[in-house]
Nanobody
Framework: QVQLVESGGGLVQAGGSLRLSCAAS????????MGWFRQAPGKEREFVAA????????YYADSVKGRFTISRDNAKNTVYLQMNSLKPEDTAVYYC???????????????????WGQGTQVTVSS
């Protein structure tokens, strides 16, 4: 069982930056692939970024590639999402997700993840 708590959301102007954090409970964090998803009002939850348990493999949605960076610190049981050059269309609730893996792989589909945080609101003003 893993519990996830996101933080770092807020209100920022277009072009600004935010760093989201997701703190995980449990002793086996390093065995979990971690992902960030987001959901805007009236829209489906969509994939943003993912990182394998070693940190060697990352994957991004085309909409955030080159602007967002996912990273993890297994010693701190934490995954991060650095968001730069934010746009109004990045406004959403951002969710952290985890799934235990045997292999050092990536997961990009929300149904692959077993554990979810409560979300943190990111609002980008124009």
């Amino acid at each position: 069982q893993v519990q996830l708590v996101e933080s770092g959301g807020g209100l920022v102007q277009a072009g600004g930056s935010l760093r989201l954090s997701c703190a995980a409970s449990g002793r086996t964090f390093s065995s979990y692939v971690m992902g960030w998803f987001r959901q805007a009002p009236g829209k489906e939850r969509e994939f943003v970024a993912a990182i394998s348990w070693s940190g060697r493999n990352t994957y991004y949605a085309d909409s955030v590639k080159g602007r967002f960076t996912i990273s993890r610190d297994n010693a701190k049981n934490t995954v991060y999402l650095q968001m730069n050059s934010l746009k109004p269309e990045d406004t959403a609730v951002y969710y952290c997700a985890a799934d235990r893996r045997v292999m050092d792989t990536i997961a990009t589909v929300k149904y692959e993840y077993d554990y979810w945080g409560q979300g943190t609101q990111v609002t980008v003003s124009s």
